[in-house]
């Protein structure tokens, strides 16, 4: 996995990760103890920023805990840890606690069975669920010991069972503000048989497919912003069906998209907006 850094101060941010952690995202439970900075950026579908999307975790190697990363796609390739890390998400995620995070908002009840990926390495993981109501996500630390701590997000689908196209990203975690390695999640449509990651330096990482959901994660790859990497992704018959931005928000794609009655979901308001693909599990 990607070694993540704490959050540095606000000023140190870009002012797109500093609106979104603002209106969301960690804060459920006591600060981990002080350590060596590193940077933490994570992102819900919902809000519009530059660095967008994914699920992941984190970290550094340390005798008392394994250094080997692990991606789990359900709750059956669970290691121990990330078992530990998901009942503690679901536990943030109560309805009742999400009733007093979020007042007037319609709740997300998850469940064990709705994880979709997870990511673990050394003392961090991070996981997502999501059912047909919304998701849930948490970035969590030290998971079943006495140095818990960390935080997580959750909100209905936008759109329901709708797609902006073929892909849509969930969540993003970034070891810097414009790049280095990443993790990324998200939903797919059925055409979508292979999913990329093209760093824009030659260099690719695949993306792995799971009824519905894919995980990636780089290690070492020192991707930029400004080699504009991009999800490529392929149909069955290996032909590429669709290619964005890695860090472009979904109000920004190229594109607009619209339901079944033509009326725009995602993306800018334009006069040529594509058709909105269908998502199942």
């Not at 519009?48 to 994914?54: D, E, F, I, P």
């Not at 064990?112 to 991070?126: F, K, P």
Request: aromatic share 4%; hydrophobic share 40%.
């Amino acid at each position: 996995m990607n070694d993540l850094l704490d959050l540095p101060a606000e000023r140190d941010l870009p002012p797109e990760a500093v609106l979104a952690m603002r209106a969301r995202i960690l804060g459920f439970v006591s600060p981990p103890p002080a350590r060596t900075p590193r940077l933490r950026i994570a992102v819900a579908a919902a809000l519009l920023l530059a660095v967008a999307s994914g699920v992941a975790a984190v970290v550094w190697d340390r005798p008392d805990r394994s250094a080997v990363q692990v991606l789990a796609m359900g709750q059956g390739e669970l290691s121990p840890t990330l078992r530990e890390a998901a009942e503690r998400c679901l536990q943030w995620n109560s309805p009742p606690r999400q009733a007093r995070q979020g007042p007037g908002q319609r709740p997300v009840p998850v469940s064990l069975t709705d994880l979709a990926v997870a990511m673990e390495r050394g003392d961090r993981a991070l996981v997502l669920f999501m059912n047909d109501v919304g998701y849930a996500t948490c970035d969590v630390e030290w998971a079943g010991t006495a140095r818990e701590s960390g935080g997580g997000a959750t909100d209905p689908w936008p759109h329901g069972e709708w797609l902006p196209g073929p892909v849509q990203r969930l969540l993003l975690t970034s070891t810097e503000s414009d790049g280095g390695d990443v993790s990324v999640s998200g939903r797919v449509s059925r055409r979508v048989h292979r999913l990329v990651l093209d760093h824009g330096d030659g260099d690719t990482t695949a993306a792995r497919l799971s009824a519905g959901v894919f995980g990636l994660m780089t290690s070492g790859a020192r991707l930029r912003a400004g080699n504009d990497p991009e999800l490529v992704s392929y149909d069955a018959g290996g032909a590429e069906i669709d290619r964005r931005p890695l860090f472009q928000p979904e109000d920004q794609l190229e594109h607009c998209y619209a339901g079944p009655d033509g009326k725009r979901i995602y993306g800018k308001p334009t006069s040529d907006c594509r058709a909105a693909e269908k998502w199942r599990r």
